[in-house]
């Protein structure tokens, strides 16, 4: 009996190969040899973990389900194929860009050049990609948005107002003559002209960010330029509708209607920010679930972009004011940390998708008319821009640097232009050749900018000249940083008669806007010192963050002005050591003091009284003393057994 059926189960199988064709797929082949080696039982098994679509019908008037290929597979969304080549792709090219110091910028932009329909053609939808990547752009705006409280973006509206409209009115003026003479049209110039005057904050503000600078002087005015920039989008699309023969012929649309919606959008905003998002939040931190509150932070995000867009204002512009509008919330950081993730991966996206719509093709057929476009465009806007920095105010190293970063075109010009074709004001291939040369300029632009740094360090070197015509106090405190600000304050309040120094332009700088007076000189040079008056000076305070500046200062006043009561800020333990060999008058560490007082409130914190504390505290102090002067003759590694002892006598509770 068993061997019978075996047979007759085989002879089914034999037909059944008989009955595929070869031009059919595997799977029914497979189906059947499956037979012949075990049964359905197995295949079913096997089959479990498989992608399915719908198969031929079965003889019954059934239908069965085959394995997806994998071009099915990714039109259903299911392939994992596209994520692991951006991810693979970004890890491959980013640390080698940042190895050759080129910043990871280039690395996303160059790994885009290589996955993309110009390059190994491993992803062939540039655009599908960068919409998703635009939410890069979003968390950014909406992170920096966190950081500038409503009240320092008022403080900003000079330079928000007046120098960002001067920019893009100075800017897209003299681009759009250079259109002119290039042969455009005056309306296709006019759009091409504004289209570039406009610079990229995905770019942009990510350079400021990596060197810690968009909150210096020169950030803060970028960045208004660049708020400025974004909100111009706006009045820009309005004007193709305008110039449009599309929207003369069909009559285009309400623009009293467009800009109430825009009204409406911004209002709702910043009502739903200003008093719904804080007890929201508040709610939900109740709750106790972390993934809730990130799931929050990004509807919050992608929320208020999307009402600005269905409004017609841009999606950053959204994210943006959301930020600034939760910037007071005691929630922001809370936010930040939940949404700099996301912020990281879709803004490298976003610069991988940029990378991907490079056209070789097209850049090598119109290689000299894209380069010579790229070289004027970042020159015209880096001449026009600095001029206009250093004419309201910015010193020249500043204004050089706003220039350099705002050099490039931006993510805007992408839409305009687009706009513009579709308005019929811009030929298609004109607009091809205005876009290769935006993508281009922002590729440049970490180059073009680390240039411009280096310029402005450079002068920054020489100037200002030192100048002591006016010093007469009887302390000179050397180093005007976070140290020396609270020792300068203490001693002008008992009024003591002062001298300041600093080798820092961006320093003296900021002290003069508080009304400080602080001289520029490198204390570490012993002509400096004497001109500073350390000859005549009763007290001499060292408070710079260099350890070996630091011991090189107390060498030239123990050695030339030792009549000179000498107290230097510490930066570390070893440093400590350091200075007790130089015999200097005092020397403190920097953090000590802050630690022991932050160490005796988490004593109090967890229920210890206060005698039991201080008692733990002198005890701690001893020890440590103990220790410092066994290191003095042993050296650092002494003393180890008095760290993490429990003390001898139990504090009473």
């Known amino acids: 009996m068993g061997a019978q059926g075996d047979r007759s189960r085989l002879h089914e199988c034999l037909r059944e190969l008989r009955r595929v064709q070869p031009g059919e797929g595997g799977s029914r082949r497979l189906g059947a040899v499956t037979c012949l080696g075990g049964g359905p039982r197995r295949q079913r098994r096997r089959r479990g973990p498989q992608m399915f679509r719908d198969g031929a019908e079965r003889g019954d008037g059934g239908r069965r389900r085959e394995p997806m290929t994998e071009p099915e597979a990714a039109h259903h969304g299911l392939s994992l ?31 885009g050049v290589a996955v993309g329909p110009s390059g190994l053609g491993l992803i062939g939808d540039p655009g599908a990609v960068l919409t998703l990547a635009e939410l890069g752009v979003v968390l950014l705006l909406f992170i920096i948005g966190l950081e500038l409280k409503p009240s320092r973006l008022w403080a900003m509206r000079r330079d928000i107002v007046g120098l960002g409209l ?23 110039a006019l759009i091409a002209g504004a289209g570039l005057a406009l610079s990229s904050t995905a770019f942009a503000a990510p350079l400021m960010e990596d060197r810690n600078e968009l909150a210096s002087p020169y950030g803060q005015r970028a960045f208004s330029i660049l708020l400025l920039q974004d909100l111009a ?33 911004t209002a709702c905003v910043v009502l739903v920010g200003r008093y719904a998002l804080n007890p929201m939040f508040k709610l939900l931190a109740r709750s106790g679930a972390g993934e809730i509150m990130t799931a929050a932070a990004l509807l919050v995000v992608l929320g208020a972009a999307a009402l ?11 994210a943006f004011l959301a930020g600034v ?16 993730p996301f912020r990281g991966l879709l803004l490298g996206l976003f610069f991988i998708a940029v990378g991907m719509d490079i056209d070789l093709g097209l850049v090598a057929s119109n290689a000299a008319v894209i380069g010579g476009a790229v070289v004027a465009l970042m020159t015209v806007k880096t001449a026009l821009i600095a001029g206009l920095a250093r004419a309201t105010g910015s010193d020249w190293q500043d204004a050089l640097r706003i220039g350099t970063v705002l050099s490039q075109g931006g993510e805007f010009a992408f839409v305009l232009f687009a706009a513009a074709v579709s308005g019929r004001i811009l030929p298609a291939d004109t607009a091809a050749i205005l876009t290769a040369s935006v993508t281009f300029s922002l590729a440049l632009t970490p180059l073009v900018f680390g240039l411009g740094q280096r310029l402005a360090a450079r002068g ?29 304050q203490i001693l002008l309040a008992r009024g003591v008669e002062i001298t300041m120094i600093d080798h820092r332009v961006e320093a003296i700088d900021l002290a003069e806007r508080y009304g400080f007076k602080i001289h520029y000189g490198d204390g570490t040079r012993l002509d400096i010192l004497r001109a500073a008056g350390a000859g005549k000076a009763e007290l001499v305070c060292v408070c710079v963050d260099d350890a070996e500046a630091t011991l090189k200062i107390v060498d030239f006043c123990r050695e030339q002005f030792p009549m000179a009561k000498l107290m230097v800020r510490s930066l570390d333990r070893n440093h400590s050591l350091a200075l007790a060999g130089r015999d200097v008058d005092y020397h403190i560490r920097e953090t ?38 066994r290191q003095l003759v042993e050296g650092v590694y002494a003393g180890s057994d008095l760290l993490n002892i429990k003390s001898v006598d139990e504090p009473t509770q």
């Open 233 to 265: 989008i706006v009045p820009l699309l309005a004007l193709v509708t305008v110039l449009s023969p599309v929207a003369a012929e069909t009559g285009g649309t309400s623009g009293w209607r467009a800009g109430l919606a825009m009204v409406a959008a």
């Open 308 to 318: 600005m867009q269905l409004a017609g204002l841009s999606m950053a512009m959204g």
């Open 81 to 111: 194929a596209t994520p692991l080549v951006f991810l693979g792709s970004a890890v491959l090219a980013v640390p080698l860009f940042r190895l050759f110091k080129l910043g990871a910028v280039i690395g996303y932009l160059a790994a």
């Open 460 to 488: 920054a070197g020489e100037t200002p000249d030192a100048d002591f015509s006016t010093v007469n106090g009887n302390a000179l405190i050397i180093g005007f940083g976070r140290f020396g600000q609270v020792i300068s």
């Open 325 to 340: 509008l939760l910037a007071e919330s005691r929630f922001r950081h809370e936010l930040e940390a939940n949404i700099e």
């Open 592 to 629: 000590f003091e802050s630690a022991v007082k932050l160490g005796e409130r988490a004593l109090a914190a967890l229920g210890t009284t206060e005698r039991a504390a201080g008692d733990l505290i002198a005890e701690f102090r001893r020890r440590d003393a103990e220790r410092f002067e």
């Open 166 to 188: 001067s920019q893009v009115l100075l800017c897209g003026g003299v681009l759009a003559g250079l259109a002119v003479l290039a042969g455009l049209t005056w309306q296709a």
